[in-house]
């Protein structure tokens, strides 16, 4: 193992996260025994729930991916030493972009597609560099400006759609071309229609990004330094203010695919919504959880995924309301930001490990 990656996993990062997801499923089920429900049949009917067929199976993954971008794009700015709030308008411009191409052109699919999904990323990265632009120039705190910005986007995008891309008699959008369209045929069929698409590959591969990007170039260096101690940055010769508009494009492109891929793999059309998607408020437990590390990402995005989707398998199975799963999900991130609480359990294990790696040390010497 390499030192970039010890220093990105250590013990404390791995044990922590799985110590409060145990924590947060056992307040799952004093929730539910609270209630009068059994826990064992419920937690059984989330796993039937997640993969008792291929269709299920494909969905889960269908839900789990969004949570790939929008927890990579806040785990970016994370490590960059700022907090994206404003991941969900950025996933908002990110559909707007990829739909105003789908809708509007019609090219060859080689080239439409394609081209849906570098707008819609960049639309997402603008949206973000505004952010970027505000606290580098004006020294405008990001979390205020990226509120504000979720909003706009929001509105933005409702009125851009209903003025120029509407469905006559509906509250949608146009269907996106199919040329643009970005599902994978031959693996619908295989999970038995469940909406697979390209976006779960690039998420795939958004989180190797993540990683080379940030651990392995001297551009992550920068951006990691900067985050760190500005001043330090500025006095090693690092240009502070265009590295900050920089990480803030990166973060808000990642956020604008997951947007991307919402409508040009799963839905088809962009609809007015009446509120957010919720997708990027998602995105920051999943940072939490996965520790803004690229493979603990995926693995909270799995898991949140997992569990938002099975939550019907437990409304089903065993008549446990849905918001039960927010219940669980609402413990677990409060045992990732309690870590202190975690720690204090956790400490007993790590110490008798240490001491047993030093006694094989001496043994050994």
């Known amino acids: 193992m390499s030192d970039g990656i010890r220093k990105i996993f250590t013990p404390s990062s791995l044990l922590v996260p799985l110590v409060s997801i145990l924590l947060g499923l056992l307040v799952g089920a004093l929730a539910m025994l ?24 494909g969905e889960a993954i269908r839900a789990i991916t969004p949570l790939l971008f929008t927890g990579i ?5 994370f490590r960059t030493g700022l907090f994206n709030i404003g991941v969900e308008g950025q996933f908002i411009m990110g559909m707007t972009g990829a739909t105003i191409i789908g809708v509007t052109m019609k090219l060859p699919w080689y080239v439409h597609g394609p081209l849906a999904v570098v707008v819609g990323a960049l639309f997402g990265g603008l949206w973000a560099g505004l952010v970027g632009y505000l606290k580098a120039r ?12 979720n909003w706009i986007a929001l509105y933005l995008a409702n009125y851009i759609v ?12 146009k269907p996106i071309h199919e040329s643009a369209l970005m599902s994978i045929d031959w693996l619908v069929e295989l999970m038995d229609r469940a909406r697979m698409h390209w976006g779960t590959v690039v998420g795939l591969l958004c989180i190797a990004i993540f990683y080379v990007l940030l651990w392995r170039t001297k551009q992550g260096y920068e951006l990691r330094a900067v985050g760190l101690n500005p001043d330090a940055a500025l006095y090693a010769g690092m240009n502070v203010n265009r590295t900050i508009l920089k990480s803030m494009f990166y973060s808000g492109v990642f956020a604008g695919l997951g947007g991307v891929f919402e409508v040009l793999g799963v839905f088809g059309n962009q609809t007015i919504m009446a509120s ?14 996965g520790g803004n590390s690229p493979i603990g990402v995926l693995l909270a995005a799995m898991l949140f995924g997992g569990l938002t989707y099975g939550s019907a398998g437990m409304s089903f ?35 008798g490990r240490a001491r047993a790696e030093k006694r094989r040390g001496g043994n050994a010497a």
């Not at 794009?73 to 700015?77: E, N, P």
């Not at 209903?162 to 959008?173: A, V």
């Open 34 to 57: 609270a209630g009068g429900y059994n826990p064992i049949v419920a937690y059984s009917s989330l796993f039937d729930r997640i993969f008792g067929s291929p269709y299920h199976m």
């Open 73 to 77: 794009a806040v785990a970016f700015a």
């Open 138 to 149: 004006r020294g405008v705190n990001e979390v205020i400006s990226s509120i504000m910005l």
């Open 162 to 173: 209903s003025r120029y891309l509407m469905e006559p008699g509906q509250q949608k959008s």
């Open 276 to 289: 957010y998607w919720g997708y990027g408020f998602d995105g920051i437990a999943v940072a939490l959880l």
């Open 317 to 351: 199975g065993a008549g446990v309301p849905s918001e039960i799963v927010r219940i669980v999900i609402g413990s677990v991130i409060f045992f990732v930001a309690a870590h202190g609480i975690v720690l204090l359990l956790v400490k007993p294990f790590m110490s």
